[in-house]
C-alpha cells in the first residue's frame, strides 16, 4: 500500500530528488520515479532501458496481485526503444486497441486472438519509443464506476485495497498510484478518467472535443460522436505536459505568466462528502494566501436539469445505436426501476433509449446554449476548479443485480443526511462537464481524515489544452510550497 504523508489533508509531491549521472540509483527510486524523471536519468545514462525493464517487471509481480490492476500483460521479448520516451513503460485501458495484444473489455467471455490495429493516440506514444507493459483492469464494456469484473476479480486501491479505485478506468489509475506504470492511456465519457484519478492519488487530462481521434473504443472499433475521449492518467503534472506533447503531436505553447484568475466552486445548498468540502476550501485558502484571485461559483450555468437531459438523451442516443433495438428495449425494461432512483443521469440515458431522432436534435441544440452559457460565465477566469464527485473513495460495493455487466445498486449513499443514489453521486459533477466538451485536467489536492485521495476537476477553455496544462503546473507548484511550509 501507498504510504501517507504525516500531512494528509495537503497535496503531495512523492517524487524523490532526481540523482546526479554519478549517483547510484536504487530498484525504489526508480519506481518513486514519475516518467519525466525517469527519461531523464535514461537520457543522462543513469539508467539503461534493460534495467529499468527488469525493476518495474520485478515490481509489478511483488504488487499487483494485492491491487489487481491488470487484465493482460505484453509478452513479447523486450527490445529497447528508440526516441525521446525510449525506455518508458506505459500501460492501456483494455478497451483500446493495440496490435499484437488482446482487447477484452472486461467481459467474462472475451473476443479471442488480437487486435490487428493500435489507436492512434496509442500509436504516437509507441513511435516516441513508449513500451506497452499491459492492459489494464475495466468493468464489463466499460459501464461501472467501480472496476471489477467476473473473469478476473476487483481492482484495489493502492492507498487501501478495501476501497474502490473508482471506474472505469480504474485499473489504469491504480497501476499508476502503485508505480507499475508510468503513464496509463484510459478513457473517459461520463468520469471514467477523472473518477479513479481523483480516487488513486493521480493526474489525468481529460482532451476537449476533437482533440484526439476516439477511434477503437468500443467493441468491434466503434466510436461514439459525443463525450467518448481517450486521456493519459500520470504521477505527476509534468508527465500530463510529456504526454500531451506526443498525444496531441504539439509542443507547448509560450504562454503568459499572468496573475491567475480562477473560478472556484461553492455551494452552501450543495449535497456534498464534508471531508471532501473541507479539502477544497483548505485548498482555496491556500491559493488565496498565494495571491491567485479566486471568484467563488456555483456552477450553476451548467450543474442544472438542462445539462443533465441532453447529457443523457445524447448519451442514451449514442450508446443505443450499438445496440440492437430488442436490446435497448430490454434495458428500459429491465434498468425502469434503477432509472427512477437516478434522475440526474440514468433517466436521461433511458430516455435516449427511445432512439428519437427529433429528441436527440434538440438536445445537442442545447448543448451548444448551454456551452454558450459556460463561455460567458467563465468568460473573465482562467479555468474553474469544482469537485469530481459528491464522494471521495469509498469501501467497495457490490451490484444488487448484475445482467452482463448492466448492474444495479440499490443502496444510496448517505451523505450529510441525505440519500443519492450510487450513480447520482458519482456523476453530477461530471456529466455536465462532459457535455461542453472542454478539456479537463484532474488535480489531487489532499487526503481525507480515512487517508484517502481527493481529488479536483481544473476545467479549462476548449481548444485550451496548453494553456489548461501551464495552469495547472501554477497551481500545483502554489500547493506543494504550502504543503512544504507545514512541514518544516
Same mark, same amino acid.
Given at each position: ?119 492512434? $493516440?496509442?500509436?504516437?506514444? *509507441?513511435?516516441?519509443? &513508449?513500451?506497452?507493459? +499491459?492492459?489494464?483492469? @475495466? /468493468?464489463?464494456? %466499460? ?63 481529460? $482532451?476537449?472535443?476533437?482533440? *484526439?481521434?476516439?477511434? &477503437?473504443?468500443?467493441? +468491434?472499433?466503434?466510436? @461514439? /460522436?459525443?463525450? %467518448? ?260
Amino acid at each position: 500500500m501507498i504510504e501517507h504523508s504525516a500531512i494528509d489533508n495537503n497535496p503531495v509531491d512523492n517524487r524523490p530528488p532526481q540523482p546526479s549521472p554519478q549517483q547510484a540509483i536504487t530498484d525504489s527510486e526508480i519506481i518513486a520515479m514519475d516518467a519525466t524523471q525517469l527519461l531523464a536519468a535514461l537520457a543522462a545514462g543513469s539508467l539503461s532501458q534493460t534495467r529499468v525493464q527488469r525493476v518495474v517487471q520485478q515490481h509489478i509481480a511483488a504488487t499487483n496481485a494485492s491491487i489487481n490492476a491488470f487484465d493482460s500483460f505484453n509478452k513479447a521479448p523486450f527490445e529497447p526503444g528508440t526516441g525521446p520516451l525510449g525506455g518508458l513503460p506505459i500501460s492501456i485501458k483494455d478497451q483500446i486497441q493495440v496490435a499484437g495484444l488482446p482487447c477484452r473489455y472486461g467481459v467474462e467471455r472475451p473476443p479471442a486472438g488480437e487486435c490487428e490495429l493500435t489507436a492512434p $493516440p496509442v500509436a504516437a506514444l *509507441l513511435r516516441a519509443g &513508449a513500451r506497452v507493459i +499491459g492492459k489494464t483492469h @475495466l /468493468p464489463p464494456l %466499460a459501464m461501472d464506476f467501480q472496476t471489477f469484473n467476473q473473469r478476473i476479480g476487483r481492482c484495489n486501491n493502492p492507498h487501501n485495497v478495501d476501497y474502490s479505485t473508482g471506474g472505469s478506468s480504474g485499473g489504469g489509475a491504480a497501476a499508476v498510484a502503485a508505480g507499475m506504470s508510468y503513464l496509463d492511456i484510459g478513457a473517459d465519457l461520463a468520469g471514467s478518467l477523472r473518477i479513479p484519478a481523483a480516487f488513486c492519488g493521480v493526474f489525468s487530462l481529460l $482532451p476537449g472535443d476533437g482533440a *484526439l481521434p476516439t477511434a &477503437a473504443l468500443a467493441v +468491434g472499433g466503434q466510436s @461514439l /460522436p459525443h463525450f %467518448a475521449k481517450i486521456g493519459p492518467m500520470t504521477r505527476s503534472v509534468d508527465d500530463l505536459h510529456l504526454a500531451w506533447q506526443y498525444l496531441s503531436g504539439t509542443v507547448p505553447q509560450q504562454l503568459s505568466a499572468a496573475p491567475i484568475k480562477l473560478a472556484v466552486w461553492q455551494d452552501s445548498e450543495a449535497v456534498i462528502d464534508p471531508d471532501s468540502l473541507q479539502v477544497l476550501q483548505r485548498t482555496t485558502a491556500v491559493l488565496t494566501a498565494a495571491g491567485i484571485n479566486i471568484q467563488a461559483n456555483n456552477g450553476h450555468c451548467i450543474l442544472n436539469d438542462a445539462a443533465y437531459a441532453s447529457y443523457g438523451e445524447i448519451m442514451g442516443y449514442e450508446t443505443g445505436a450499438l445496440m440492437p433495438a430488442v436490446v435497448r428495449l430490454l434495458a428500459r425494461l429491465f434498468g425502469a426501476a434503477a432509472a427512477a432512483k437516478s434522475p440526474k443521469f440514468l433517466a436521461g440515458i433511458h430516455r435516449g433509449y427511445r432512439h428519437s431522432a427529433r429528441r436527440y436534435s434538440d438536445a445537442l441544440a442545447q448543448r451548444q446554449l448551454l456551452q454558450q452559457d459556460f463561455d460567458r460565465e467563465f468568460a473573465e477566469v482562467d479555468a474553474l476548479l469544482l469537485p469530481v464527485a459528491q464522494v471521495n473513495a469509498f469501501k467497495h460495493r457490490l451490484p444488487d443485480s448484475d445482467r452482463g455487466g448492466l448492474r444495479d445498486y440499490k443502496t444510496p449513499f448517505l451523505i450529510n443526511g441525505h440519500q443519492v443514489s450510487y450513480l447520482d453521486a458519482l456523476t453530477s459533477f461530471t456529466s455536465p462537464i462532459s457535455l461542453i466538451g472542454n478539456p479537463v485536467v484532474t488535480v489531487p489536492l489532499g487526503n481525507d481524515p480515512q487517508g484517502m485521495p481527493v481529488g479536483a476537476q481544473l476545467v479549462g477553455k476548449r481548444g485550451g489544452e496548453w494553456a489548461l496544462l501551464a495552469l495547472a503546473s501554477r497551481l500545483v507548484n502554489h500547493l506543494n510550497e504550502a504543503a512544504g511550509e507545514l512541514r518544516r
